[in-house]
């Protein structure tokens, strides 16, 4: 039986949230419509290993209407309705998700990217990948399109940490991060990072820590979860054989809490819960919804004072 940690309730949120910056940037809500463009990983093809990261398994969080069996523009055409009859949605991102997004020639790039846009009520894209999979001819098309679109470049950062980064297996180190930061910055595309707690190579300090490494860093946009054992991963075999902590959800809740304390209030969270689906989740065991774990992380904030920023210094 569930317990909630505090009387969920709604409640203005106490971060700078993602749905709400869309909405003053374009006077209504923005939804998301998943792709899958058929793009591989060179953590996975042999270019800089085979064994992708220990923790990836791709049907943890991509929707199973998202498949590359379609072309990009069917798939936007299939998503986009049911969005208007769910939410009476008029504006949307096309998100490009799963594996490595820039992870072509530029002239493949062009043509996705572009075909997506084509859509009416596309006002720009989100695009996943790695630092270690961009180039100045990648960027200069990307700032090419953000002239007169919303273009969000998320890189998987996962840990500021290089001791971390060779254990789950990243295939680059936290020098890469900044360099492809280096590239993006200062172009007109918005630069995001993707972090995951709870990697049993960290303290709760060194967690806490990449709060204030990445407030000083031109980064805008920020995607943060808890680290999920997943069936069918590497991960899930070293857990097997030798299990380590994972959060509990109360620990969870306050963790995120005083990160985003430390967090500078001008980067905009696009994310701070995963679910993966529990026929492939091991660990850890929540049953939590992510409106559930919102208002109880807004509720937890309210009660103890905090909200983002509160401990970060210029």
């Not at 959060?247 to 994310?271: C, G, H, K, N």
Request: charged share 25%; hydrophobic share 40%.
């Amino acid at each position: 039986m569930k317990t909630a940690l505090l009387p969920i309730r709604q409640t203005t949120r106490r971060y700078n949230a993602f749905g709400q910056h869309m909405k003053d940037l374009y006077g209504q809500a923005v939804y998301k419509v998943n792709v899958d463009a058929g793009f591989t990983c060179p953590n996975r093809d042999g270019t800089v290993s085979v064994g992708g990261c220990i923790y990836c398994n791709n049907d943890s969080f991509r929707p199973t209407a998202c498949t590359s069996a379609a072309s990009v523009g069917v798939q936007i055409e299939k998503g986009i309705p049911y969005l208007r009859r769910r939410y009476g949605a008029e504006k949307f991102i096309v998100y490009f998700q799963p594996f490595t997004n820039t992870y072509a020639p530029v002239e493949t790039l062009e043509r996705l990217y572009r075909e997506a846009l084509d859509h009416p009520g596309v006002v720009g894209l989100a695009i996943g990948t790695r630092p270690d999979c961009v180039d100045e001819g990648k960027i200069a098309l990307l700032a090419d399109l953000a002239k007169d679109h919303f273009i969000l470049v998320e890189y998987g950062l996962q840990s500021i940490h290089d001791r971390t980064l060779e254990f789950i297996n990243r295939g680059h180190d936290y020098a890469c991060f900044k360099n492809a930061l280096e590239m993006t910055a200062g172009r007109g595309i918005k630069v995001g990072a993707h972090l995951i707690l709870g990697f049993p190579t960290e303290t709760r300090e060194n967690m806490l820590d990449m709060a204030k490494e990445l407030s000083s860093l031109p980064i805008g946009f920020l995607k943060l979860h808890q680290l999920q054992v997943i069936k069918d991963t590497l991960l899930a075999e070293q857990y097997a054989a030798k299990p380590f902590p994972t959060f509990t959800y109360e620990e969870y809740i306050a963790m995120v809490s005083e990160f985003l304390e430390r967090l500078s209030p001008d980067i905009v969270l696009q994310r701070l819960f995963a679910a993966a689906p529990e026929d492939i989740l091991i660990a850890p065991i929540w049953n939590r919804t992510r409106s559930e774990f919102l208002n109880d992380l807004d509720s937890y904030m309210e009660s103890v004072g905090s909200y983002q920023g509160k401990r970060h210094k210029t």
